[in-house]
C-alpha cells in the first residue's frame, strides 16, 4: 500500500520537546521537496516547513523558526520534524506530505501533538 | 505574507446542483518562473487532507470531472458541477508561490 505514516505525537509539558517522524511505504520521497503542515482541531491548515530534495534546504514559518528543525533520511525513506520549547499554540495535527505542486501529492494521516501541563 | 481570502466561508447546496467557491490572494501568484502555484484541498471529516487541484487547472488523479479550477493573477475559482453527498467538507485553495505557503480560511460545504 502506497501511503505515509506520521508517529510521534502524544502530549507534552509546555517548553518540551517531540520529534515526529514521517515514514513512506510504497513509494519514494526521493527526489522531491517534503513539508510538514499542521491544523489546529477546528480550525484551519498551516504551513509549517519544508525541505528540499537533498535535505540541504530548509524554510520555516515564522511561528515555529529557531524551535523546530525538518529533516529527511533518503536510506530510510523517512522525514523528520524536531519540536522543542513547545507552546499551547503548537497544538495540533501535524501532517508530512510530498509532492504538493507536482503529481501525486500525498498526505499522512496525521499525528496529533498536545501541549498542556 | 500572501493573504489568501475565500468565499462564501459556509456554502449550503442541494444534491444534484452546481456549487462554486472563490478564492482571491491579496498579491499576484504568477511565480518568477511562469507558473501559478494555487492548489485546492478536500478536507473530509476524519481525514488527510487531499488535493483535487494543482497549478490552477490540473486535476489530481482518480478526481472526479466534475472538480474544475480556473483562475489567473488573483482571483480563482473551484466549481463543481453536480454536488453529491460525498462532497461534504471543507475545501481550501492554497499559494504557493511565496514562502510561507499559506491557505484560504476554508468554505465548508454541507448538503441543504
Known amino acids: 500500500e502506497v501511503q505515509l505514516v506520521e508517529s510521534g505525537g502524544g502530549l507534552v509539558q509546555p517548553g518540551g520537546s517531540l520529534r515526529l517522524s514521517c515514514a513512506a511505504s510504497?513509494?519514494?520521497?526521493?527526489?522531491?521537496?517534503m513539508h510538514w503542515v499542521r491544523q489546529v482541531p477546528g480550525k484551519g491548515l498551516v504551513w509549517v516547513s519544508r525541505?528540499?530534495?537533498?535535505?540541504?534546504?530548509?524554510t520555516y514559518a515564522d511561528s515555529v523558526k529557531g524551535r523546530f528543525t525538518i529533516s529527511r533520511d533518503s536510506a530510510k525513506n523517512t522525514l523528520y520534524l524536531q519540536m522543542n520549547s513547545l507552546r499551547a499554540e503548537d497544538t495540533a495535527v501535524y501532517y508530512c506530505?510530498?509532492?504538493?505542486?507536482?503529481?501525486?501529492?500525498?498526505w499522512g494521516q496525521g499525528t496529533l501533538v498536545t501541549v498542556s501541563s | 505574507d500572501v493573504v489568501m481570502t475565500q468565499s462564501p466561508l459556509s456554502l449550503p447546496v442541494t444534491l444534484g446542483q452546481p456549487a462554486s467557491i472563490s478564492c482571491r490572494s491579496s498579491q499576484s501568484l504568477v511565480h518568477s518562473d511562469g507558473n501559478t502555484y494555487l492548489n485546492w484541498f478536500q478536507l473530509r471529516p476524519g481525514q488527510s487532507p487531499r488535493r483535487l487541484i494543482y497549478k490552477v487547472s490540473n486535476r489530481d488523479s482518480g478526481v472526479p470531472d466534475k472538480f474544475s479550477g480556473s483562475g489567473s493573477g488573483t482571483d480563482f475559482t473551484l466549481k463543481i458541477s453536480r454536488v453529491e453527498a460525498e462532497d461534504v467538507g471543507v475545501y481550501y485553495c492554497m499559494q504557493g508561490s511565496r514562502w510561507p505557503y499559506t491557505f484560504g480560511q476554508g468554505t465548508k460545504l454541507e448538503i441543504k
Open positions: 506530505t510530498r509532492s504538493v505542486f507536482g503529481e501525486d501529492n500525498y
Open positions: 510504497g513509494l519514494t520521497f526521493s527526489g522531491y521537496w
Open positions: 525541505i528540499n530534495r537533498d535535505g540541504s534546504s530548509a
